[in-house]
Each structure stands twice: as C-alpha cells, then as structure tokens.
C-alpha cells in the first residue's frame, strides 16, 4: 500500500499539491495544509499530544481510555498548518466497514477547514484498503459537520465517556462529497 494520500478537497482551496508521503493544500488564508499518512513512532507520539489535549484536557476523556490497543494497527493520519502539527485522526476496519475514529482538530485552528480535510484523507485510505462503507461515533454536538460531509445519523443518542454520540454512516462509493 502507498504511503501517500491524495485527496481531492473542492472548497476554500486555491491550489493542490500532491507529493508520495503527503498532500500540501493553499487554503484561502494562504497557509500551508499538510495531510500526511504516520509512519514512525515519533509522528505517532505528535498525533496522541493532540489527542491528549483534545479529549483528555479539554473534554475529559480519561487517558487511559484514549489511547488504546487499536492504535498500533490503525492507519493514522497527521495535519500540519504552517509546519505545526494540529489535527489527527485514525480508520481502521471493522467488519468491512472503515471505522473513523480520534478527529479532532487543535482548539485554536479550527474553522480552517482542516476537520474536513482529516475525515476525507481518511476516507481515502479507507477506499484505498477497498471498503465501501464509513462509520463513525460522531459527538453530537458535530452532527451538522459530519451531516455536510454525506454521513447521516443512524442510531439513537448514546453515551461515550460522558460525551453524547451518534451512529454516523456513509457510502464512500455513491456518497462523494
């Protein structure tokens, strides 16, 4: 499998530029996005110190629940932002279905688009492995952002951590956002 991750990003961008380990994307501020596939444990340590303050500091998810036994076979992905690490998130496979898991965007470089950018490198890598179905546990107070990238709701509210989640699905084939 190739380390590099093409993704095709339609709004807010000016320009793409894809490389073998990663895609540089000029957002309308003109910074610089790099989405980048982890491949060392050094790149794997910079995604859990965003997970860290993402979930544990900022939304109380014990520590000891968010990094967990799927992280050494799931394919993570790394965002920099002007060359600073700032966003993360996983796939794995669950059932022939890919599983998105730990998105989450740096509290002071949200709004940017780069959330969007995370789900689509994964859904990428997800179609790469040949899976046709995405699911997610997403927060619910994410729904709308998730619902703009063609997921759609298909569980009641249940409780993760204290945090209030829905089943999100979507077809990667038919449902190209």
Do not use: W
């Not at 730990?102 to 990428?124: D, F, N, T, W």
């Amino acid at each position: 499998m190739a380390d590099k991750v093409e993704i095709l990003i339609y709004q807010d961008l000016r320009t793409i530029i894809k490389c073998e380990v990663c895609v540089i994307v000029k957002i309308e501020r003109i910074d610089t996005v790099r989405i980048t596939r982890i491949t060392n444990d050094a790149e794997l340590q910079t995604a859990f110190n965003i997970r860290i303050t993402v979930f544990v500091e900022e939304q109380g998810v014990p520590f000891d629940v968010e990094l967990d036994e799927h992280d050494a076979y799931a394919d993570h992905v790394l965002v920099y932002f002007d060359d600073l690490p700032v966003a993360t998130g996983r796939v794995r496979i669950v059932n022939d279905t890919a599983k998105l898991e730990r998105i989450c965007v740096m509290p002071s470089h949200r709004k940017y688009g780069i959330g969007k950018a995370v789900v689509q490198a994964l859904e990428e890598i997800a179609k790469e492995k040949g899976l046709h179905k995405a699911k997610l546990h997403g927060q619910t107070q994410a729904m709308t952002f998730y619902e703009k990238l063609g997921y759609i709701s298909a569980s009641d509210e249940f409780m993760e951590e204290g945090i209030p989640h829905k089943l999100m699905i979507k077809d990667l084939i038919l449902n190209c956002v």
